[in-house]
Structures are given as C-alpha cells and as structure tokens.
C-alpha cells in the first residue's frame, strides 16, 4: 500500500512537472511583451507601489490607491511593489512573475480535478487512480494552454486576476483535503481556508464567489462524506460558513466597499443595466465560443459588441438567454446523473455574475473567464474516459487509444500554437492596437492607443493626430472619457510639437464641452489663450476655476494644482497688461502658500522691479534661486534686467559673466529668440538683454586678446 501510495505521488510529480513545462514552453515568448493601459496606471504612474526599501512603512502604503485614502486588491500591489523593488521597470520579471502564478494555480486545478474524481460521488465510478491523474491531466492541459488566458496572463495588471484564481483554487483544495481525510486537525484547514480567503479578495473582489463555490462542491460531490458522523460534519460546516460570511463581511468594511455606489458609473456608459443584462448573455456564449472554437483571429483586447435593446433585437439575444437557461436547468435537474458536466456548467456561469451581470464594468473582457473556465475541460476528458473504457470491452481494447491520443495531441498542438500567436499580438503597444483596429475597427480605444504608441516612441506627429483623428469618429467605452482624453492629446500635440496654440485653442473648449466640471483642460486653455494674446479671455478661465475650487484640488493622479499656482497665473496675465499692483497684490496672496514659493518668488520679484523696487526685487529673485534643485536661466534674466534697469553696472556685469560662462550661449539667445514674441513667460525685454550679453562678450573678448 506504501509503494502504491509513493508511485500515485511521483506520477503526480511527474504530471505537474510536465505540466509547468509546457506552460512556460507556450508563454516563453511572452517575456518581453510591454507596458500596456491600465499597467500604466497601476504600475508605473502608481507611486505607493514603488519599493525601494523593505519595512512595515514602505510595505504598508502598497496596499492604497494613489489617492492613499482607501485599500486596493493589497495582495497584487504588494506583488508589484515587489517585483518593482527587485527590477524597476523592467517588463520581464512581472512576466515571469504571472507566468509562475499561472503554473501554480494549474498545479493546483490538476489537484482539485484528482481530488473530486476521488470525492464520494465519483469514487466509485473512476477507482483506478491512473485514470483519474490523466483525466486532472488533460482537462488542466487544455485549461492552462488555451489562448483565452492570454489576456489574464500576459497582460501584466491581470495578475490581480491570477492571483484571485489561484488563491481561490488553493481554497478549493485545502477545503477537499480537509473534507476528504478524517484527521483531527481539520479545524487548522478550515482556519487557513479563512486567511486563503482573505487574499484571493485581497487581490481582486471577484474573488469572494469563493464561498459558493464551495458550497457548490459540497452539495455536488461530498454529500455522501462520513454519514455516521453527518451531524459533526454538518456542524463544522456551518460554523466555517459562518466564519467565511463574518470574514467577508469585515473585508467588504475594511475596503469601504459601497455596492450601490457601483451603479453610478451606468452615468457615463453607453449602455443602461437593462441592456447590459440582454447584452451579457450573448457576451457569455460569446466566450463558450471563443472556448470550443479556439480560432486565434476571435481574440482580441477589443470586441466590437452591438448592445442588446431588446429580447430580440439582436435576434441572437433570446437565443443566448434561452441557451443559458437551458444548460443551467439541464444542470440543476441532471447533477445526480452528470455530476461533473453539472458542477462545470454552473461554476462557469456562476463564477461570472459580478463581472458579467449588474455592474456597470465594460461589456466583454476575455480575462474574466480564467477563473470561471477551470472546469469546462473537466467533463470532456471524463466523457472521452468513459467511452474508451466501452472500447475496451471490444475484441481490440487498445485500438482506440492511438487514434484518441493523436487527436488530443492534435488539441493541445492547435491551443498551444494559439497561444503562442496571440502572445505575438501582446508583444508591443502597436501590435495589440493594431490587432485590435483589425479586429473591432468600430471602437475608439484602439485608434486612441496606436496614436499613443506612434507620437511616444516613434514621433510620428502627424500620423498621431491621423489616428487621433479616427478615435473621434469611433464609439468610446465610456460617453466622455475616450473622447476627453483624445481631444487633450491633439491638444498638447498641438502646442508641443506644431506651437500652434491657435489650433489646440479650439480642442481644448471642445474637451471642456465634453467635461466642463475638469479643470485640466481649463488650465491648459488659460495657458493657450496668454500664448496668443488673448488676456482677457485667460483671466476669465482663471477666474472660473478660483470660484470652483477652495484652496487645494486635484487635478490629475499624481498632480496637485494650487489656488497658489492660479494666483500666479493671475498675477503674470496683470504683469501683461502694466496692471502692476493688481499683480503684486496676486502675488502676495499666492505667497502665503510655501509649497508655490519657487513660482511665486520671480512673479513678485519681477511685479516689485516694475514699480522701481529694485532692492526687494533682487532679494526675492535670489531667494528663488535658492530653491531651484538647478540653476534657472530665465531667473538669471530676470535679475539681469532688474539691475540694467536700476543702473546697478557692476550687477550688470555680473550676471552677464554668469550667463555667458555657466549656460551654452546657444541656449541663451535661442531662449531670447523665444522671448521677442507672445510667451507665457514674464514680459521681459529680450534685446535690452541681448545688448547686455552681447556688450559683456565683447568686453570678455578684448581681455583675452
């Protein structure tokens, strides 16, 4: 029995290692695949999570949003903020990172598959141990190789989708070893079930289906568990129920988990929840499709999805509805008789109900399916078992397994090849955007993201806005957020790489159209409209947004714009127009906030030389220079001016000598080139500084000769 139980273990050993093998074999080429959306924003813009050094503190603040204000699937942050204290940026170890958790939650599938083929209710029905680890075999292969989990493991921010998984099917596990052996330590299990439970939520919400998967199992396969001890098991059953619902709940409060403020986002949708219930039904046959039909074309980051409006319109609508209907009642009233087709069926559709019904999230995603689709495999490799055991009651037993062996090798080939062709579609920004304008041409996103992609590491400018341009005409996920983002890009395109402030003028009322209670695209028309003269019209936006906002406000993520730095503003708008008290009066206001300081100093220096304080003026402008991390040429301007102007001669010469010996004179007179027209820099006089820079370079000249 011993050796029996030691071969069972090393033939386990075995299949796992075969298993981890394929899986990094089919995801190799995944490695270097970059950044793309929302890594962005979780990973590389999301600051807690950049560890540089390990203590409680450092370790602590990986678990918030940026705004530090509430909890944020901890467990995955913590992932990354590991995995950026190890290698930055560097895309390869979070690959490989994913890569390991999707072999792990494998292993672990391959476990609960061998472990319910040896649960009460199947026993019986599977009592050679070598089929059971090749049914958990193949039904695993086929989950872990199929290119539908590319999306959950490629895409780097989904680990918080893998590790939900995984950590759910650890608990899947624990819990049938706890139930399946008669030990006295069963509590132990049942507690570290708790602690599972507790980071499979923490890494992503979807993950508290847990309990009614567990559930689910119970009353499918372990009914039948110890009948002359069913009340102790029925109480210690409950009791982890309860223990489970009570730790859910103290999560949910943790995490200030508000469900009805989730339907709010239906505000900014196309869709209403009417519609997105039709809708959803027809994504999830969708997903059974892309499944049972692994055609690598029909993998994409996005699905051009026409909404449900009614029972029948699309027509496919009730069609799907009545589909789903159908396997579930096939499921309910069929589980004594086809237990494992059963469990399959309702943990796939049961596993989709938060992301896949009331919650206003985007309609179609391919990784929601990682978890749900554990088991879809599971009745197949059963049912083929089952035949080729009548096979083996023929005159020739063993003539059905080469052919039932080619063709499984033939599956695994075609998935494995699937895989490895859409991990080449994740490579870089312009390959997956690229592929999905191929393959959901009527989405905005795409034509977003390759804009994106081309004006960031190709400088290709006009071919951005080509595609920018495209994005407009498209329909976005959201009603505002697609077409606000993309109006704010050609903005800044614009003004960056065309200096047309003219034409970004026009985008940037377009955005505040879109989104008039922003103030991004408000300040950057402020700024525009000083560019090209328009004062009055830049104290109007300024004015708006000192009546909208206190003292502080947020203006983007990781930015925080002042009252001061408006007040600043203000002030150079007054410096403009020779309103020189109104200016110094903007200043002073402004200067009573520290953190503004380095841009409120030359504002008032520069306001306080115009009415001849030329003194207080230069004490400011020095102070300023003291809090610049580098030296400020612009400053340096501003104290040269302010001593020509106060006939301060040996000042004069001074800062031109400074000038001319610590900045590249090609960077001088070009900034004065800047300077002669229309700027959002304070007026200064740009030739009486050349004349003194040019004067002072000739005096430099003569002593040396």
Known sequence: MKIQENIFKLQNFHFLALLSLLIFGVYFNSLNSSWHFDDVNNILENKNIHLTEINAASLSKTF????????????????????????????????????????????????VILSLLGS???????PDTTVRQYIAFSATVLWALHPIQTQAVTYIVQRMTILAAMFSIIGIYVYLKARLNQGKMKWLSYLSILVIYLLAFGSKENAILLLGSLLLIEFIFLQKISTENA???????????????????????????????????????????????????????????????????????????????????????????????????????????????????????????????????????????????????????????NITSRFAQSKQPGSYFIPISLVFLLVVLILSLGTYTRNLAWLTEKSLMTDAIDKAPNKSRPYHGLASYLLRKEQAIDEALFFYNLSLQKQGERKSDNRYQTLLEISKIYVIFKNDYKSAIQFYKQAIEVKPETLVPRMDLAISLIATGQLDDALEQIDIMLAKRGVDYKLQKHETITRAYLLNLQALIFLKQNKTDMALNACREALQYESEQKITLPNLGFALSKTKEYIKAENYLQKSLSLEPSKNLFI?????????????????NEYSTYIIENFPLKSVFSTLKLLEGDSVFQPVDPYLLRQAIMKQLNIIGNTVN
Not at 351 to 370: A, D, G, K, Q
């Open 64 to 111: 918030y949003h940026w705004d530090y204000e509430t909890l944020y699937r901890p467990v995955a942050c913590l992932s990354f903020a590991l995995n950026w204290y190890v290698g930055r940026d560097i895309v390869t170890g979070y690959h490989l990172v994913n890569i390991i958790f999707h072999i792990i939650t494998a292993c672990f599938l391959y476990l």
């Open 231 to 385: 009340y102790n098991n029925r109480l210690i059953y409950l009791t982890f129920g309860l223990l489970i619902g009570v730790a859910g709940y103290l999560v949910l409060s943790l995490f200030h988990f508000d469900i009805s403020s989730l339907f709010h986002g239906y505000e900014s949708r196309f869709f209403s929840l009417t519609e997105r219930l039709l809708t959803e039904p027809r994504i999830l046959v969708f997903y059974l499709s892309q499944i049972f039909y692994p055609v690598t074309d029909r993998f994409s980051i996005e699905h051009d999805i026409v909404i449900s409006t009614s029972l029948f319109q699309p027509w496919t609508t009730f069609g799907a509805i009545s589909l789903i209907a159908a396997l579930l009642l096939f499921s309910v009233f069929c589980f004594k008789k086809y237990p494992i087709l059963a469990f399959s069926i309702i943990f796939f559709f049961y596993n989709h109900i938060i992301e896949s019904t009331i919650f206003p999230l985007e309609l179609v995603f391919e990784h929601r399916n990682y978890l749900p689709s554990f088991f879809l495999f599971f009745p197949f490799m059963a049912g083929i078992k």
């Open 120 to 126: 009460p209710r199947l026993s019986s029905k599977y």
């Open 636 to 652: 340096y301007f501003l104290l040269l001016e302010n001593s020509i102007n106060a006939d301060y001669f040996e000042k004069t």
